[in-house]
């Protein structure tokens, strides 16, 4: 015998968010170049998408809903902060926070300066497709943008970052950082062909 209350109930997607906040924080610190920054863009998108939990659709893609939002706070917040002052040499920014030691023959340090010297644009698709893994066609949807774009997008970034960071050997095979080498090698860590 069935009782009503005896049914399963929904499942909240809120209870979904919290299992993506490290892929969350990882993009905004790419979007923003900046441990600070990229935590008020994630706790500003959680805020977001929290109060429009409602329009989210059951059965997609929550990781992808919350970088849609991530990604449209970062560009919105943008356009405001060109009114406002900036920090522009980070001098009170690096006071901040210190950037964690790595021990790969390319220093984390090295690869920041030459990432944040790429257009947003090309960060945002590396960010996507080469460090979080989303497809070509998954990235242009979140981007809202064609395939082609997120494609010529992430292999102008990576070419550029190729050259900023010139190895002498021109391979990243022994670095030991395995989504820096995979934003560099196309996805592929070892920097070997599959």
């Known amino acids: 015998m069935t009782r009503k209350n005896d049914r399963p109930r929904a499942v909240d997607p809120r ?4 299992d993506h906040l490290g892929p969350m924080r990882a993009f905004a610190l790419s979007l ?14 959680l805020v977001k998408a929290w109060k429009n939990i409602s329009q989210f659709e059951a059965g997609t ?18 356009r405001k902060s060109k009114r406002e002052v900036a920090d522009p040499d980070d001098h009170f920014a ?18 920041m300066v030459a990432f944040n010297t790429l257009p947003a644009t090309q960060r945002e698709a590396l960010a996507l497709v080469g460090a979080s893994g ?4 998954e990235a242009a ?5 064609a395939v082609g ?12 970052l190729v050259e900023l960071l010139s190895p ?12 820096t080498a995979a934003v560099v090698n196309a996805g592929n860590p070892t920097g070997r062909a599959s």
């Open 15 to 18: 209870d979904e968010i919290v």
């Open 32 to 45: 923003t170049g900046n441990h600070a920054e990229a935590d008020d863009l994630v706790q500003e998108a």
């Open 61 to 78: 893609n929550m990781q992808a809903w919350l970088f849609t939002i991530l990604r449209n706070t970062f560009y919105s917040s943008r």
């Open 94 to 111: 690096g006071t901040l926070a210190e950037k964690p030691a790595h021990d790969g023959r390319l220093q984390m340090n090295e690869f």
């Open 134 to 137: 989303y497809s070509y066609e």
């Open 141 to 145: 949807e979140m981007c809202g943008v």
């Open 149 to 160: 774009t997120i494609k010529s997008r992430t292999n102008r970034g990576r070419a550029r």
């Open 168 to 179: 002498d050997d021109g391979s990243y095979q022994d670095m030991t950082d395995q989504v």
